[in-house]
């Protein structure tokens, strides 16, 4: 299976302030199509996971802009500019590449 | 609306057996693989399987191969995760999820998701 790992796994961050989660695999997630399956998915306290980015770097609409994905080959980042509130929540990487498809850690963002 | 409602709460002995859902509405059903997450207490996200509905072609993550069936009927537009005997150790929130197969082109995948079905195994 695909190695996908996160970092940090905890991230405290001030209102207002901006956050960054590096992903890594241990393969090259570009698929046979061209395209590179890396997926960010938030999930609040209680809730499903809710899709952010796709294709490393596509925002889902109602994505607030501050919200952004970068990265190529293996090697990924979700940035948060101007934490909020409601950004409280565990962020996952998913590489849906190759089968079986595997997630990160998560990394909990929490206000400091 | 394309919307994914699953199954209520179970709360099961070890060894009885058990069939979640996961209907879906809001699009063409048949279209779309359909996937299981098992997600343990306090623990992250694992993909146990994805069914399309379509051909009922059917693909397990090896660790979960043989532990559960996943199913589909297209005439209820409703998707099935199964266990035969329960273990202790199956007690977690079961999410189901879509996917569009990637040559469709419209960054369809795993785009919406179930509200989770917490399934607790106990004696």
Known sequence: DVV?????LSLPVTLGQSASISCRSNRSLVYSDGNTYLIWFQQRPGQSPRRLIYKVSSRDSGVPDRFSGSGSGSDFTLKISRVEAEDVAVYYCMQGTHWPYTFGQGTKLELK | EVQLVQSGPEVKKPGESLRISCKGSGYHFSRYWIGWVRQMPGKGLEWMGLIFPGDSNITYSPSFQGQVTISADKSTTTAYLQWRSLKASDTAMYYCARTEPYYYGSGS??????QGTPVTVSS
């Open chain 2, 109 to 114: 995948h795993f785009d919406y998701w179930g």
């Open chain 1, 4 to 8: 996908m790992t996160q970092s940090p």
